[in-house]
């Protein structure tokens, strides 16, 4: 694998320190979907995962479908993607079916 350029090293430095202070200010990880496509014989999964506010206490456990979609809306569009601390090294598990599949996200989230 070939080094990182300087001004990755210096990017994924500052994003770790800057989650590191997220975590300690009581913000939890997000997934982020986004649309996929596959056929029969593979499935090509999108997302990003991504640190957010924790659930204030009043607010419902289980939010409605609308309001789902609206937080990815708002998640997903203009600056807030710019913005957004991704969860690098985060451990994710996908559902497909009866099929379970860990991995990790990468220096940006995804």
């Given at each position: 694998m070939a080094r990182p350029h300087a001004a990755a090293l210096l990017e994924d430095a500052y994003t770790e320190r800057k989650a590191d202070l997220l975590r300690s200010r009581g913000w939890v990880t997000r997934i982020v979907p986004s649309t996929g496509y596959g056929s029969a014989s593979q499935l090509r999964i999108f997302g990003r995962v991504i640190f957010t506010r924790g659930r204030?206490?009043?607010?419902?456990?289980?939010?409605?479908?609308a309001a789902r979609l609206r937080a990815v809306e708002l998640e997903t569009r203009g600056w807030r993607?710019?913005?957004?601390?991704?969860?690098?090294?985060?451990?994710?598990?996908?559902?497909?079916?009866?099929?379970?599949?860990?991995?990790?996200?990468?220096?940006?989230?995804?």
């Open positions: 204030p206490e009043d607010e419902p456990e289980e939010p409605t479908y993607a710019f913005v957004a601390t991704p969860a690098t090294e985060e451990p994710v598990t996908v559902r497909i079916d009866d099929r379970l599949i860990t991995t990790r996200t990468d220096r940006g989230g995804s």
